[in-house]
């Protein structure tokens, strides 16, 4: 299981969730697993430890990419090899960002090793290998310094999120802290081989789209949905991964931009999102399909959740059938507690079990 750690950051639930759910449910072998709010696709990753196939849809290009990493076929071995077939081109990158913040973040030999697999990847990203290789430098690009050996690309950050440039250059000028020079190589290596060691294999497909949209998943049908929606209020996926969005394909600096993501102008609005999202499942749903939605909120709106979620469900063919409380995010430290003001009263979360109906 400790693959589904390969690329940590808020918002994630834990992975006993879906797991939990599939393995009790023990849905047919065959039967398809959807999480249309995928994030860092543990719905998905626990669809490949139960032999189940999974969809996982996601309109941020790093969960795309995290997802495909943690449903990668894919060797240690293999991993090596996809990095040393880039770097072995010997052509230096097209393009290295400047300024304070990257002379700080990186020792400049490893900046300019992570830009030549950056572009590499980009060029080309098709083979298990180079999926299961993106995902690892995604979560080796930036953590705290090790006491042994080097885990990490950068100076010393946070691993979850990515930190804002004029803080970070603060931080690292006040207590004199310079870039480390440590083998990327090894690093990737070290990496490859906790992750992907063994793995069962997977069959899953992972699009990158705004599930209030129509998307296109082929003749695949859906048995369970296990997912959770950002809450209201959370809008800050982007600006918070800044680096890793500029890894698979971004800008060089924050981007503070909500682009793909629910709206959050009013809770009607945010329901109506929600609501363009069960619409789209029901099309691609078994008849009696069942979606379990894990739902709270943050401390500084007054939206209701559970009214909100119910909001949302109305209009659609999907029917409650039980709600039950999944404790406060402080018990999991899940995504309300790191986005709310007030962190010592975030709301109690609800897991809401729903059915398709004809």
């Known amino acids: 299981m400790a693959l589904n750690a390969i690329c940590p950051y808020f918002t994630m639930f834990p992975l006993r969730f879906p797991l939990g759910i599939l393995a009790r449910a023990k849905p047919e072998l065959g039967t398809w697993v959807l999480d249309p ?19 996982a849809i996601d309109s941020s290009p790093v969960a795309a990419a995290i997802t495909r990493a943690k449903l990668a076929n894919a060797t240690p071995a293999d991993i090596v090899a996809a990095a040393r077939e880039i770097l072995d081109g010997g ?19 490893v900046l300019n090793t992570i830009c030549r697999l950056r572009e590499g990847l980009l060029d080309d ?11 690892v430098i995604l979560g080796a690009l930036h953590g705290p310094r090790p006491k042994r ?11 979850t999120y990515a930190p804002k440039p004029r803080y970070a250059v603060g931080f690292w000028r006040a207590r004199n802290l310079r870039p480390p020079r440590v083998s990327v190589l090894d690093v990737i290596r070290r990496r490859a081989e906790r992750y992907y060691s063994y ?33 209201y209020g959370l809008r800050t996926y982007l600006p918070d991964q800044w680096l890793r969005h500029w890894f698979t394909g971004g800008p060089p600096q924050v981007v503070y931009s909500a682009q793909g993501q629910l709206s959050h102008a009013t809770p009607e609005a945010f329901a109506r999102d929600l609501r363009r999202v069960w619409c789209n499942i029901e099309h691609i749903a078994k008849p009696g399909a069942r979606m379990i939605i894990r739902f709270g909120g943050i ?19 999907w029917r409650i059938e039980t709600i039950r409380c999944a404790g406060t995010p402080a018990a999991g430290r899940r995504q309300a507690l790191h986005f709310s003001v007030a962190r010592n009263s975030a709301r109690a979360e609800h897991d809401i079990w729903v059915r398709l109906v004809d």
Request: some cysteine; proline content about 7%; glycine content about 8%.
């Open 199 to 231: 793995q069962r294999p997977a069959t899953a497909i992972v699009v990158q789209a705004d599930s209030r949209e129509a998307f296109h998943i082929g003749e695949a049908r859906v048995g369970w949905i296990v997912t959770s929606p950002p809450y």
């Open 149 to 159: 050996a080097d885990s990490y690309l950068s100076n010393q950050c946070q691993r």
């Open 299 to 317: 401390a500084d709106r007054r939206a209701e959740p559970l009214g909100l979620l119910r909001s949302s469900l109305e209009g659609t063919r």
């Open 37 to 55: 709010f995928s994030g860092r696709g543990t719905t998905a990753y626990a669809g490949r430890l139960l032999g189940l196939p999974s969809i």
């Open 91 to 109: 052509e230096p990158p097209r393009s290295v960002p400047e300024g304070e913040l990257w002379e700080l973040a990186y020792h400049a030999d």
């Open 125 to 135: 990203s098709t083979s298990d290998a180079r999926q299961a290789l993106r995902g």
